[in-house]
């Protein structure tokens, strides 16, 4: 008997665009992946990676049952046989040297599903280790850093209002390739598309001619590692037009503008010039044109994290939002409102509790924990040197922090040296291995 068509409805998993799927089924065997063309959200979008989640479906390399690694190879167990491996492995280690004595690493697919979403805080409390780490601290943490001490929670992060806006300057992005990231915008380069066919202006700021910076209005160029500098003399040329105006609405709510206009007095366009390779002529300009504008927006992403002064870039990046009236703004960037689940959504109005990090310091360099976890960084030296809370187990999840985090062929050595490791993975890789 033949099996039937059928259609369902999904959401991609891959990024957090979560894009709405449509998938069609015969059996048990995926024919075809669209996307949904009645999906609110995406509205039929679908981007290369997406298209292709039937071939990492019927992968035969993906892992399709528990592997515990016996005389130096894998071999195929059950769960029940599984479960008394990890029971046995991590039971040991925390009875030699304690629960501080196990690391573990979150990767980020864990953002983008709901069941890691849900149960990571569990098995990470049940496990009782400081030892976090995750895919935040090379990627977006610096952001949300910055937006906890600016606006009081690490969820409130202000994003483009790319649909409404009228100008958008662009930092460390490139959403043309990757369809961009802490916005959640599916089909972000048509949106782009958009708001240029609607009168408005893109403008990127990279070392690099992107495939973004290639369909821009204008691109230009900066040294790496300029983000910063560029943009504190971009603010320090707005307040200097006399014209930098938070917005009736904020006003009450905004401290601080004379603090800040002080402390970027030293950096004028004149003075960043060597260093960011940008004329002052072309920062003025800018400055003005993020007034003029009718609203406009400042985006900085993963380039603006990722370099020197990451914090006070990602930082720079909300201060010129604001002095150009464009903070929760429609048009500029404005605070997401899930319907549940984040501190923007619960709560009175008002200044919130504040923010702080540094609860804890990583054992060997001191570094500061933030958002309850340490810099991926220290993991390999973490494990590596010896005395008392070294790490000798790590629990890794959809990561892989070998082939994904600074300096590679530590991190490999140091996961050669742990008396145990669980990995959660559907594939075998350069750390899972």
Known sequence: MASTERTVFRTCPLCEATCGLE??????????????????????FICPKGSTLKQLHEDPNRIRTPLVKRNGEFVPVSWDEAWVEVDKGLSGVIARHGRGSVGAYVGNPNAHNLSPLIYNRVWLQAL????????????????????????????????????????????????????????????????LEALRERGGKVVVVDPRRSKTAEH??????????????????LANAILATGRADVGDRLRAHVDGIEEVSRALAPFTPESVERATGIEASVIRRLANELLDAESACVYGRIGTCTVSFGTTASWLV???????GNLDSPGGVMFPLPAAGNPTTRGEKGRGKGFRIGRGHSRVRKFPEALGEYPAA??????????????????????????????????????????????VDIYINETTR
């Open 23 to 44: 998938i069609t089924v015969v059996g048990d065997t995926v024919t075809r992946i669209r996307g949904d063309r009645n999906d609110v959200f995406s509205k039929g």
């Open 128 to 191: 009782g280790s400081k030892q976090r780490f995750s895919a935040s601290s090379v990627d977006q943490l610096p952001k949300q850093i910055s937006s906890g001490y600016l606006f009081g929670t690490a969820a409130s992060v202000a994003v483009p209002d790319i649909d409404r806006t009228h100008y958008i300057l662009m930092l460390g992005a490139n959403p043309y390739e990757s369809n961009g990231s802490l916005c959640t915008a599916p089909d972000f380069p048509g949106r």
């Open 318 to 324: 909300d201060v010129v939002n604001a002095v150009t």
């Open 216 to 233: 821009a209005d204008e691109w230009i160029a900066i040294r790496p590692n300029g983000d910063a500098l560029f943009l504190a003399a």
């Open 378 to 423: 220290v993991m390999a030296e973490e494990i590596l040197t010896e005395g008392e809370g070294q790490i000798r187990a790590m629990v890794t999840v959809a990561g892989n922090p070998v082939l994904s985090t600074p300096n590679s062929e530590q991190l490999d050595e140091a996961f050669e040296q742990l008396e145990f490791m669980v990995a």
